[in-house]
């Protein structure tokens, strides 16, 4: 028994050594880099970035037809429409997310729909549905931060070190 697995050993070891080589199945990392280049699909550039310029301008109108609408509906100034602009754009990617539509849409539209407000409401929707199964604390709680949690951090830090330059630069 034992003499035969060792001749399957010495045989798969032989097969792989000789006969495969002798096929040509073997590469070197310069063939490898060869093959892998030929059968990569090429990105299209040009398509890429007309398809995001398109879907981000159309994003950003419809950002400013609801600024502009929130100031008339509800009598705001600027400022306060702008507030409900982002937690509206929040709203929308949420539920996106929650229907499985979000990732779709960027697969589609690549970049466009990834500015800091709509991703960053995606990462923490699809965290919490992600581990909804073991509950609000341990699942939900626990977990919804830890890709928004980092975004969170070097925000703040970014924040802070900015403000200082600021302060330095322009005075108190």
């Known amino acids: 028994m034992k003499i ?41 550039y040009f398509r890429n970035e007309f398809i995001v310029f398109l ?27 702008g507030v409900l602009v982002i937690l509206t754009l929040i709203v929308i990617a949420s539920i ?6 979000f990732d779709i849409l960027v697969t589609k539209v690549k970049s466009a729909l990834i500015i800091p407000i709509t991703g960053f409401a995606h990462s923490m929707t699809s965290a919490a549905l992600e581990y909804k199964n073991e509950g609000f604390v341990l699942g939900i709680g626990a977990n919804m931060f830890k890709l928004a949690g980092t975004v969170i ?14 302060l330095i630069v322009m005075g108190g």
């Open 96 to 101: 996106l997310t929650a229907m499985g539509v």
């Open 153 to 166: 951090l070097y925000g703040v830090v970014s924040v802070y070190f900015f403000g200082l330059i600021r």
């Open 55 to 81: 879907v981000g301008g159309c994003l950003g109108a419809l950002s400013e037809l609801l600024l502009e609408l929130y100031q008339m509906w509800f009598d705001l100034p600027r400022k306060e429409s």
């Open 4 to 44: 035969n697995k060792s001749f399957n050993c010495f045989f798969c070891i032989f097969f792989i050594i000789f006969i495969h080589t002798k096929n040509g199945d073997l590469m070197n990392n310069k063939e490898y880099l060869e093959f892998v280049k030929e059968y990569t699909p090429k990105p299209k």
